[in-house]
């Protein structure tokens, strides 16, 4: 059994931070891609950014610049800083992970996710 927790969301004012954690836990042999998806009030869930097990990451458009996704493979976490937010970035955040069970297994597996909630 695998589990991701985030933790890290709130409430800020436009123009803050925040950073998002996410820590997977479990029968983990080791992780692949890791990264994180959003979901605001009445939207579709939508990309936000990926990182690799090297380091290589990815982010979309509308948060480049802005978002920064790292990684701790020692501790299975993936963190999300958010700087310069904006009221659109308001959302349900959730950071998710290819996790291998075996040489022959893999899953991908979601986190609950954070809310987080910038006002103007």
């Known amino acids: 059994q695998v589990q991701l927790v985030e933790s890290g969301g709130g409430l800020v004012q436009a123009g803050g931070s925040l950073r998002l954690s996410c820590v997977a836990s479990g029968s983990i042999f080791s992780l692949n891609t890791m990264g994180w998806y959003r979901q605001g009030p009445g939207k579709r869930r939508e990309f936000v950014a990926t990182i690799t097990s090297v380091g290589i990451a990815n982010s979309a458009d509308s948060v480049k610049g802005r978002f920064t996704i790292s990684r701790d493979n020692a501790k299975n976490t993936v963190y999300l800083q958010m700087d310069s937010l904006k009221p659109e970035d308001t959302a349900d955040y959730y950071c998710?992970?290819?996790?291998?069970?075996?040489?022959?297994?893999?899953?991908?597996?979601w986190g609950q996710g954070t809310q987080v909630t910038v006002s103007s």
């Open positions: 998710y992970a290819e996790v291998v069970l075996t040489t022959r297994s893999q899953i991908v597996a």
